[in-house]
């Protein structure tokens, strides 16, 4: 298939190589701002067609277009692609509200034959299967959990010195809620379900976004506890209470290190990719190579209720972003 990339950062690199050594894809278009951007992402990559204009990229022969462009711009390019007749796989967090979520639910039921898919890298992780049969073998004994995730991150420094970095910024939907805490989302949506209550308390900075926060997520089985920033770093474990047994790992976003300690103490981890983009691609790969719309269809549905819970989380706080609606 042919890939056509939007954003040109070193995630793209990282998705291009990842998704070129499935065998499946092959890097052909290159969409950037600007002529010089492309040409050096085409120079660290290998040779592709290089556009600045949307239209015409997304009018030329790609197949698939990876989106990698800010968090707000999202929604908007993958129902352009849909619209073109290209698959889209789409960076987290897919949306950045309520009112995305619902165009690009309607554009993928418009055009059935195309897929989205969100790059949530770590449901892929095969530690996100593990730590999921576990909970569901011991859902009885479950009380609750503390997820995190939480770096710090270069762009801080930048946003401290005065510029404006979008990941800092309300303009397409910043902040570490959008940006690590869609990974503490994920995989307690993934691994427990839809909660019955949600709050958000984020530390919000003069920008307007949050920089750090803690979330509450409440369940028929206790509370599961999120902390996320992207103006600290922790190493304190993602934990998951069973009682006389604790499940543990590392951050939501890498879920290395998994293992019990308490009443049993085992290592649960399974050998990782060297790529931490490698699983997601080889997932792609799959599912659009062989037509798998009811795989696509799957990961689809857990896309929606982590937004959906995204939506619910920031509706607790006054963070409002400029693409959100009027
Ligand atoms: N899965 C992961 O592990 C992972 C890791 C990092 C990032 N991400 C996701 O990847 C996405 C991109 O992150 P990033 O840190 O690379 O973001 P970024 O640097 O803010 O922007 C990404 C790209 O979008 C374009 N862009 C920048 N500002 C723009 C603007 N004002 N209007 C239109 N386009 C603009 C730039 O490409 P051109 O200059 O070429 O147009 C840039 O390379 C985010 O959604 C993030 O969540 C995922």
């Known amino acids: 298939m042919k890939l056509g990339i939007i954003g040109t950062n070193w995630i793209t690199v990282q998705f291009v190589q990842a998704a070129e050594a499935t065998g499946a894809f092959t890097l052909a278009a290159v969409y950037s701002r600007r002529q010089e951007t492309a040409q050096h ?5 290998h040779d592709a067609a290089i556009y600045t204009d949307l239209e015409a990229f997304f009018a030329s022969p790609i197949d698939v277009v990876y989106i990698a462009s800010p ?3 999202h929604a908007g390019q993958a129902i352009a692609a849909l619209k073109a007749g290209k698959h889209a796989i789409v960076e987290k967090p897919m949306v950045t509200d309520a009112h995305q979520l619902a165009a690009l639910e309607a554009a993928q039921a ?4 195309h897929m989205v898919f969100e790059a949530a890298r770590q449901v892929y992780d ?9 909970v569901a073998a011991h859902r009885s004994a479950l009380i609750g959990a503390t997820l995190t995730y939480a770096k710090y991150s ?12 979008n990941i800092f910024s309300p303009r ?3 902040g570490a809620l959008m940006d690590l805490g869609v990974y503490s989302v994920y ?6 379900g839809m909660p019955q209550h949600v709050v958000y308390l984020p530390d919000v900075l003069k920008s307007g976004v949050d920089g750090s926060g803690v979330a509450s997520l409440t369940y028929d089985f206790g509370n599961v506890t999120l902390l996320m920033g992207k103006n600290y770093t922790t190493q ?10 604790t499940l543990a790992f590392g951050p939501t976003g890498v879920l290395d290190n998994v293992h019990t300690f308490g009443e049993t103490a085992q290592s649960l981890s399974q050998p990782q990719a060297k790529s931490p983009m490698a699983d997601e691609a080889a997932f792609f790969a799959k599912a659009l190579t062989t037509g798998d719309r009811q795989a696509a269809a799957t990961a689809f549905a857990l896309a929606k209720q982590v937004h959906t819970v995204m939506s619910d989380l920031r509706a607790t706080t006054d963070i409002r972003f400029n693409t959100d609606p009027e």
């Not at 304190?236 to 047994?245: D, L, M, N, Q, V």
Request: hydrophobic share 35%; proline share 8%.
């Open 41 to 45: 992402f085409v120079d660290e990559t």
């Open 71 to 73: 968090n707000g711009l």
């Open 110 to 113: 418009n055009y059935p034959d």
């Open 126 to 134: 095969p530690n996100f299967a593990v730590i999921k049969d576990y």
């Open 154 to 165: 270069s762009r801080y420094d930048a946003y401290l010195a005065g510029k404006d970095p």
């Open 172 to 174: 397409f939907g910043g």
């Open 187 to 192: 995989v307690a949506v993934g691994w427990f």
């Open 236 to 245: 304190a474990p993602s934990e998951i209470y069973f009682g006389k047994t």
